[in-house]
Nanobody
Framework: VQLQASGGGLVQVGGSLRLSCAASGRTFSRENMGWFRQAPGKEREFVAHIGWLGSNIDYADSVKGRFTISRDNAKNTVYLQMNSLKPEDTAVYYC????????????????WGQGTLVTVSS
């Protein structure tokens, strides 16, 4: 599956952004999808997961209550709505298709988008 992430940009503290991840190549509607992020000098970390039916939604503790993951299988797209952004949310955000068993583990994802940069300024 090919993944194309978009929607990143520069936003002020407290602002919002919506990231999109467009998929092609496999049956997207059967894919469990995740969002990860990687800040400068840090490892790539789990942000959110959504099952192929739109269920089994989970978030990293650091984004719970602020971020919302969703999907539109008719458009082959998964979204990440990010509200109340903080400087520590600054990172490159990646979408990925789950192929393994542990959705919080980046090694369980074989397909990755190219990443989109989110910068939160204070």
């Amino acid at each position: 599956v090919q993944l194309q992430a978009s929607g990143g940009g520069l936003v002020q503290v407290g602002g919002s952004l919506r990231l999109s991840c467009a998929a092609s190549g496999r049956t997207f509607s059967r894919e469990n999808m995740g969002w990860f992020r990687q800040a400068p000098g840090k490892e790539r970390e789990f942000v959110a997961h959504i099952g192929w039916l739109g269920s089994n939604i989970d978030y990293a503790d650091s984004v719970k209550g602020r971020f919302t993951i969703s999907r539109d299988n008719a458009k082959n797209t998964v979204y990440l709505q990010m509200n109340s952004l903080k400087p520590e949310d600054t990172a490159v955000y990646y979408c990925a298709a789950l192929t393994g068993s542990s959705y919080k583990d980046r090694s369980s994802y074989a397909y990755w988008g190219q990443g989109t940069l989110v910068t939160v300024s204070s």
